[in-house]
């Protein structure tokens, strides 16, 4: 009886075994290059270079992709299972020679998954005339986000 006392828990409450949630790595050091946020569970899905904040420096708007499918809740608490994606923002400081971290957000860029029909929505980033704009691409239509003075 003893024996099957641990197997008879798991199968009433399999949820102990995967109850763990996804949970995102927080970005808040100062680097001096976007490799340093890489590691083997984050990749540069995309990037872009250029002045965001006005003062004749280089930033860097970067979107990282996890490298394996997690279960998020995503708006109106509808489950997606894809690879999360972060959005973020570094803004370059020439006094310590670094970027500081502007921005880190976790929901702002769409999933695979979340393009309808198309699958994958994203299409990209660019810093033009200190606008960050982000692309989505549907089967139809497409949606462009500018983001002035973050």
Same mark, same amino acid.
């Given at each position: 009886?003893?024996?099957?006392?641990?197997?008879?828990?798991?199968? /009433?409450?399999?949820?102990?075994?995967? @109850?763990?949630?996804?949970?995102?790595?927080?970005?808040?050091?100062?680097?001096?290059?976007?490799?340093?946020?890489? =590691?083997?569970?984050?990749?540069?899905?995309? =990037?872009?270079?250029?002045?965001?904040? @006005?003062?004749? *420096?280089?930033?860097?708007?970067?979107?990282? +992709?996890?490298?394996?499918?997690?279960? +998020?809740?995503?708006?109106?608490?509808?489950?997606?299972?894809? *690879?999360?994606?972060?959005?973020?923002?570094?803004?370059?400081? =020439?006094?310590?020679? =670094?970027?500081?971290?502007?921005?880190?957000?976790?929901?702002?860029?769409?999933? +695979?998954?979340?393009?309808?029909?198309?699958?994958?929505?994203? @299409? @990209?980033? *660019?810093?033009?005339? *200190?606008? /960050?704009?982000?692309?989505?691409?549907?089967?139809?239509?497409?949606?462009?986000?500018?983001?002035?003075?973050?």
């Amino acid at each position: 009886m003893k024996v099957l006392s641990p197997l008879f828990y798991l199968i /009433l409450f399999p949820g102990c075994i995967f @109850g763990q949630s996804f949970s995102f790595p927080e970005f808040r050091r100062p680097i001096k290059s976007a490799s340093e946020l890489f =590691s083997s569970k984050w990749a540069l899905k995309d =990037s872009a270079m250029g002045d965001l904040n @006005g003062d004749h *420096r280089p930033d860097m708007a970067l979107i990282l +992709e996890y490298a394996d499918t997690a279960t +998020e809740s995503r708006s109106r608490d509808i489950e997606n299972t894809g *690879r999360p994606r972060i959005l973020m923002i570094l803004f370059w400081d =020439s006094v310590d020679r =670094s970027f500081e971290v502007a921005v880190q957000n976790n929901t702002f860029i769409l999933r +695979e998954g979340e393009g309808g029909m198309a699958g994958d929505p994203y @299409g @990209g980033i *660019r810093i033009q005339h *200190r606008v /960050l704009e982000i692309n989505y691409e549907f089967v139809r239509e497409s949606l462009s986000v500018s983001l002035r003075d973050v």
